[in-house]
């Protein structure tokens, strides 16, 4: 005995052509892609920064500095990112293709700014403000890898793909 057939699943894009000739059309793009890396260097020298602290006690000023730099470039993207999105999508942040990738970026931006408000007050002491600042580098690099794996899938699919559709919520079910 078998269940009730169900009809193939037809594909669900992250772009329709529409979206995706904005999003290729858009200096909105070009900029989100060279920020993206330049960020993900300044995480990985901050890290760095940050770990020597930790283990060696030294370089407070030096990693407290990287990470406010980090945070800047932080907000920066996010800021162009919903320039992109509004441009590509209509609407500035939230758009149902990046939803959750939206979502995790409020963390770790409140996380980001956790640390600048513990720096400034003065409300943690230094080796808890570097913790703070790795709970915040690590829900970066998840986002980060959010957002890559997002955009490979839809790289993969419009190479394979002759018709692109829109995702919907519907489409998404």
């Given at each position: ?34 920020l993206a890396p330049v960020q993900f260097l300044v ?131």
């Amino acid at each position: 005995m078998t269940g009730p057939r169900r009809a193939p699943q037809k594909p669900v894009f992250l772009y329709t052509e529409e979206q995706r000739m904005r999003r290729d059309s858009t200096k909105w793009t070009v900029i989100q892609a060279v920020l993206a890396p330049v960020q993900f260097l300044v995480f990985l020298v901050s890290l760095g920064l940050v770990l020597r602290y930790l283990w060696t006690g030294a370089g407070y000023d030096a990693a407290t500095l990287s990470i406010l730099i980090k945070t800047a470039f932080l907000l920066c993207i996010m800021v162009t990112g919903a320039i992109w999105e509004k441009v590509v999508f209509g609407q500035y942040l939230f758009a149902h293709a990046f939803f959750w990738e939206d979502v995790f970026s409020m963390m770790v931006i409140a996380l980001h700014l956790a640390y600048v408000w513990a720096v400034f007050t003065q409300a943690l002491a230094p080796a808890e403000e570097m913790w703070l600042a790795l709970a915040a580098y690590a829900a970066y690099v998840i986002n980060a890898g959010q957002f890559v794996w997002k955009l490979r899938r839809a790289r993969l699919q419009a190479a394979n793909a002759s018709v692109v559709e829109p995702l919907t919520k519907e489409a998404a079910a």
